[in-house]
């Protein structure tokens, strides 16, 4: 099959084209079909008109207006992929001010770009933005077309988000995009069972919307991270020396309060005083700053380097998932936790959205919003290694048993085929 994938923003920063739409891509060409990735890269404007082959998918960067390329220096890109979230403020600045004109050209490029490539379908990645747009053309044009889903995107979701900066009548078209998407198209995939079910309120036929979670590479899962001598807690002790009490938190503040992590963190150094906190990523507003500032035992990584992760993972004795319970929480799923839980790192959880369905009986999972059971957690898998050990080789069996693309890619030919009746 000749399968086009549009992505909704470039590789290089945000999540969606690199960990989701890419990934799926190559577990699709392994299958034997052909692929190509379709991106819009104006949060990443030194790709603008690049191609590349990636492990056999074929990566096509549609030419950005000069305005947009202009007004980012490759050292504003970089520091936005550094974010691992949106471009900088200037350039969001820009991109609202002229949001009408560059999403309708980037769309159209989009689309050009798709259709002389000629596939027999195409899968769009998330129904606003230009990707979105190009979505309602290929529907108009009779393209099979699949749209995904794997963020809320309208009113109590992103689009009620203040750091994007979205003017009130981005919010009203970003909203009527997303209902559009999810109730016009032959077939969808949605990232999370809130989100199947906001595709279905919208106008989908529940039978032709398909749960497709996020998932990781199985020919490049990192190293389990326990070690294989800890079967006593003073021999684990021993092993890990002064990195016994290290915990991380992987996150850009997205879907987690300062405030909620500093509150937890207090009780668990009130009983745990050797223990440190390690935060790696960037929040928008330097979130992860001002929480070293409010609470002791805190050490900011900042942004890692994805070859650098695999260490940095072994050097942890826990992760930690304190997702708020909000809109956007409930319909995420997280491919941060399935990197933890390849990494086969213990996790304590709050019990928030797709998060108790991800992590099984693999993760220590809370009430939400429970600080007190939250830190209780933390401690007693600090205290009782054997325990973590076990519940983080739980975790990496129930990835590769579950959640690799290779498996994950028969879910998206099943929608595939869906369009044709």
């Not at 992760?309 to 004795?317: D, E, K, N, T």
Request: with cysteine; net charge positive.
């Amino acid at each position: 099959m000749r399968i086009a994938l549009v992505a909704p923003f470039g590789l290089r920063a945000k999540g969606t084209g690199r960990a989701r739409a890419l990934p799926l891509g190559k577990a699709l060409v392994r299958r034997g079909h052909q692929v190509a990735l379709f991106v819009p890269p104006y949060d990443g404007p030194e790709d603008s008109g690049l191609r590349w082959l990636d492990d056999g998918v074929e990566v096509i960067n549609v030419r950005l207006p000069r305005a947009l390329v202009l007004s980012s220096s490759p050292s504003a890109s970089s520091s936005a992929a550094a974010a691992g979230s949106f471009p900088n403020l200037d350039l969001r600045r820009l991109l609202s001010a002229v949001a009408p004109l560059w999403q309708l050209v980037l769309a159209w490029r989009l689309l050009s770009a798709v259709r002389a490539w000629h596939p027999e379908v195409v899968h769009v990645f998330k129904p606003k933005g230009p990707s979105g747009l190009a979505g309602v053309a290929l529907w108009m044009l009779r393209v099979r077309l699949v749209i995904d889903a794997d963020d809320w995107e309208g009113p109590g979701g992103w689009n009620d988000d203040p750091r994007t900066g979205y003017s009130a009548l981005q919010r009203r078209f970003f909203a009527w995009q997303e209902c559009y998407g999810l109730s016009h198209a032959h077939a969808w995939t949605a990232a999370s069972h809130c989100l199947r079910r906001r595709a279905i309120d919208c106008g989908a036929a529940p039978g032709r919307v398909f749960l497709l979670p996020n998932g990781v590479s199985d020919r490049q899962l990192p190293p389990a991270t326990l070690r294989p001598d800890c079967t006593s807690l003073a021999r684990c002790r021993q092993a890990a020396g002064p990195e016994a009490a290290r915990v991380l938190l992987y996150t850009r503040f997205a879907g987690v309060r300062v405030a909620d992590v500093a509150a937890i963190w207090r009780r668990v150094t009130s009983v745990l005083p050797e223990a440190r906190l390690v935060v790696v990523g960037r929040g928008l507003a330097g979130e992860e700053n001002e929480l070293a500032h409010r609470v002791p035992n805190v050490d900011v990584s900042g942004w890692v380097e994805p070859s650098e992760m695999p260490a940095l993972f072994a050097s942890m004795r826990v992760a930690l998932a304190p997702w708020a319970d909000t809109l956007p929480n409930r319909a995420r799923n997280s491919a941060k936790v399935l990197e933890l839980m390849s990494a086969g790192l213990p996790i304590v959880a709050y019990a928030v959205g797709e998060l108790p369905v991800t992590l099984g009986d693999s993760a220590a999972v809370v009430p939400p919003g429970d600080e007190e059971a939250f830190a209780g957690a933390v401690v007693d898998l600090l205290n009782a290694p054997e325990r973590a050990a076990q519940l983080g080789a739980d975790a990496r069996r129930r990835v590769l048993a579950e959640y690799t693309w290779d498996k994950l890619a028969e879910i998206a030919l099943c929608a595939y085929e869906r369009t044709i009746t």
